[in-house]
């Protein structure tokens, strides 16, 4: 009942006649970021968005911003939303969504199943783990120098067509903990050296976390018995 009641407030933000608005004002989400304080147990939610510094007829300098937001679940964090920006956010534009190790550690179904429901989500776009400071890699994505959600999103799709590892979208992994017999393993990234790179896969069982983590070689095992 809670969800939804929290889903009916989220609407105007994720719904509505977003096109119409000023284009200066849309906030496209390039990367949604999700993390869990371990201390206090408050949710953090992370928006990279691309925005137009300057508009023209047919013309637009895009750049990009990092929005964070904060709740005691992921649903009243995004909806704060609302209270803090004049316009809405549009998230049928998100590349990938990343989770921090804790936040994917902490049965993230339960904070992620909201969004089967949310209007204009999407839902079909990979999920991937970070072992790191999210903050600080929301942070650094904003550099102009940088291409951060282009770079991103093409190593993550790189590592299905290269057979390293299976990417699974937002809506894969929260449907499987329907799927008694499933496995899914969620990849895992590092940050090295300014850039995120695969470090290892978390295992989930019925979408519950297993806590085992991956290393290369049961990676590599994974994608035979996928292919066999």
């Known amino acids: 009942m809670k969800k939804t009641l929290i889903l009916l407030l989220l609407l105007p933000l994720l719904t509505g006649c977003w096109d119409r608005l000023d284009l200066k004002k849309l906030h496209l989400v390039d990367v949604n970021g999700f993390d869990l304080n371990e201390k206090t147990g408050e949710v953090g939610a992370f928006f990279l968005i691309t925005k137009l510094k300057s508009t023209g007829q047919g013309t637009g300098e895009p750049i990009s911003e990092m929005k964070e937001l904060k709740g005691p679940t992921l649903a009243e964090a995004i909806g704060q939303w609302e209270f803090t920006e004049q316009s809405p956010f549009i998230g049928i534009s ?27 989500s999407s839902i079909n776009t990979p999920l991937v783990v970070v072992d790191g400071d999210l903050s600080k890699i929301f942070e650094t994505a904003t550099d102009p120098k940088k291409e951060f959600s282009k770079d991103l999103n093409e190593f993550v799709i790189s590592m299905e067509k290269n057979r390293t590892i299976p990417t699974i979208s937002m809506m894969n992994f929260i449907q499987s903990r329907d799927e008694p017999l499933l496995d899914i393993a969620l990849p895992m990234l590092s940050p090295i050296n300014s850039s995120l790179e695969l470090n290892g896969a978390l295992l ?20 035979l018995m996928k292919s066999g």
């Not at 190790?101 to 209007?119: C, M, N």
């Not at 979408?207 to 095992?221: E, F, N, S, Y």
Request: glycine share 4%.
């Open 204 to 223: 989930y069982r019925n979408g519950t976390p297993t806590v085992k983590i991956l290393d290369r070689d049961q990676k590599k095992l994974m994608m």
């Open 94 to 120: 998100t590349r990938v969504y990343l989770i921090s190790k804790s936040f994917a550690s902490d049965d993230p179904i339960s904070e992620l199943d909201f969004l089967l429901g949310a209007p204009y």
